[in-house]
């Protein structure tokens, strides 16, 4: 059976702010990372002026720019919450 929330949250507590120091990096990691997918993009862009390259934007370049956008906001909400998290714990 699952811990209880209070429960679980104390379990995080005493790692201190290792969490969070973890999904910053993965936040640093991912964005940089994108960054670079970003410009081989815009270089491809300049060189592929088709259909095919309009097609393939549409399907695929522009979902896949979306979803990294929401998975790194979401890794900003999620770095938010375990912060207020740890506070609200020492309060």
């Known amino acids: ?3 209880e929330p209070d429960k679980a949250l104390r379990s995080l507590a005493g790692r201190g702010d290792e969490a969070v120091t973890e999904l910053e990096q993965a ?3 991912i964005e940089q990372g994108w960054q670079q997918v970003e410009a081989c993009w815009e270089q491809t862009v300049k060189v592929w002026r088709d259909t095919s390259r309009e097609r393939f934007e549409r399907e695929h370049w522009r979902p896949l720019a979306s979803a990294v956008r929401r998975a790194l906001t979401a890794l900003e909400e999620l770095d938010f919450l375990i912060e ?8």
């Open 84 to 91: 207020q998290a740890y506070r609200d714990l020492e309060d």
């Open 1 to 3: 059976m699952p811990e």
């Open 27 to 29: 936040y640093a990691t």
